[in-house]
């Protein structure tokens, strides 16, 4: 039952369906081939996500502007109801088309450098490959199971990714905790999915669409929607699980846990944007705002560089995740495109410190921290290139004017002061720590690159160290390139380019005041960061993440274990003694039995067979074989009846 | 002319002779000799019986007849005897007992 409008659509679903395919085949040819030529997987891997970039190119500007490819599919049928799944590919989709297979593609291209001396090299490349295809049907699908379903295949994909050293106690820990979180947000979305299928009978992102009007069921169901995004785009209560997957190798970080699978919640919050009602909204933007908060302190005091920018993650999520419960997604995605791109530079940049460090102690045996940002220092000299990539894509980050970070930023924040209104509320806090984040976002990025690459240098002063190779520089540059503003638009004070227009229908609203506040702002932090920058903010609440982990373990995990203590001394005690009982008058019972059975039953049996027996053994004793004694009894039996006769 | 009651005495005397023979004598030939015994005493009480009818001699020549018929069977009887006693290496009935369970 495909729906078939002209020849066109079906180039483009063509286009389409190999864009989709393609990593998924990658992900099938990666552990096809045997261990001995596993030096050519990243060559193929990399040249399928190539032209998967390529037909999403097509896709996009098939797309864009035009009419939605719409392909439905017939499912399966319960009695009179038919389910259908299919594509829905809109502007949205096709923006994150671009994005996902974009930044996957990079990302392939950057791991050929970076993991060529992995041993599982196989695995590594398949379990990209298949996350970029999950990524893609959450993207392209137009119903929320199969966007569900996609849902759990990237959390899976993710849990590989992140434990991929598998060695590492640490990783796989982590991994079971990226995995564990995301099910507890995934149990409240399939709750949200219930309640949708109880009052509409249909997944279909269109049909849902179409009931305008507001129903006192939307709110429980996109809170619990929204649980899922919170699990999976780290918000606020579920958000201590990324920090931790940063134990996955540097370029999973910048593909899942930057630019695309932590995304994927706001992206989803984005596409189901209609099902939220007011009081739906307001939860939106809180736990976005407290997220960002939380984010941006948390990323003031780490010392491990991947888990600064993870935190950093985590506060422009929030950031995005606030911008969507002030009513204005398209803010939200425009933030998403730029910040993938920047925040995929930066860990990629970071990936490549780390990388160079790494060959540079492997040739001296000289060991310590790479990742650690107190041993590192003045490192500008010795990799200038990587420094650049870190300014272009810290500036963005950072919200500097002429970068992309800038637009998207004020974007967000305009949406934010349109919503607050004229009267003073609570709402007026949020747009508070929407300035109080921004502001601390320039001085933990300052304090980053500061710490790493300027002043002197620390523990790597004796270190050979070398700029890494082409392959890990080339996606770096692209990457670096994209945090400029004329990537998003053309004028670099409104955000309003080819992008936001695409996003938003009706006409918007655009503040000239806001660009200017928002720079001013930004020169203001940077000042103050340059004064600290040699200050360290000591903070044992921060570094720990206002100790959510030991919190999450005092209320969640003990409880637990002490429960489930519990009930096995119950069932020990009580369960099992309850058993035994029974168990021991069943025993009891079949002695009884038995010997009934055998004395009783068997006696009469017996009893009877005896009788017969000893009736037989008389009788038969008259027919012993003897023919006299036979006479003596024929003759004896004649005397009597004769002697009966006479008398 | 002895009364028919001394007969009929001596005959059941002469068959309860021959009775015991049967029953107490191991020998299959002894038990052999008491039948033939039993039978003289039946070939007594039917001459005996005669003399109720005396124009007619049925009872003598029925106890002639009852005479040839005890010779053939004492031959069939020894020969049986003879043979079992050639298969068994015995002549008491008592130890033929193959047959027995």
Redesign the interface.
Known sequence: MVEVQSHQSTTVELFLLVALLLPLLSFFISFSISEKYSWVVPFITTLLLLTSVVSSVYVFFSVWKHEPVVVQLHWFTIGNFKFNVGILVNNLSAIMLIVVTGISFLVHLYSSGYMAADTSIRRYFAMLGFFTFSMLGIVVADNLLLIFIFWELVGFSSYMLIGHWKEKIEASAAASKAFLINRIGDAGFLIGLMIVWANQSSFNLIELTNTTEILSWQTSASLCIFCGVIGKSAQFPLLNWLPDAMEGPTPVSALIHAATMVAAGVFLLARIHFMFTPPALDVVIIVGGITAFMGALGALVQHDIKKILAYSTTSQLGLMVMAVGVGAPEAAILHLFTHAFFKAGLFLAAGSIIHSLHQAQHKTHDHFDVQDVRNLGGLRKKLPFTFIIFILCGSALAGLPFFTGFLSKDAILTAIQQWIGSEFSWKWFMLAIAFIVSFITVLYTLRMIWSVFMGEEKRTSTLPIAEPPLVMRIPLAILGFASLWFVVCSNPFDYSGWLYSGLHAGKYFHSSFMPIVSAVWVVLALVVGYILRKKSIQSSLLLHNFYLDRIYNALMVKPTLHLTSFTNYLDKKWIDGFIHSTVYTQVILAHFTNWFDRVIIDGSVDGVAGLAKGVGSVTRSFQN????LY??WA?FSIIIFLIWLII | MFPLQHFLYLSALLFSIGLIIIITKRNAIMILLGIELMLNASNLNLVAFNQLNPSTLDGQFFSLFVIIVAVCEAAVGLSLVLRVYHEHKTSIPDELNNLKD
């Open positions: 074989g003897k023919i006299q006479l003596f003759i």
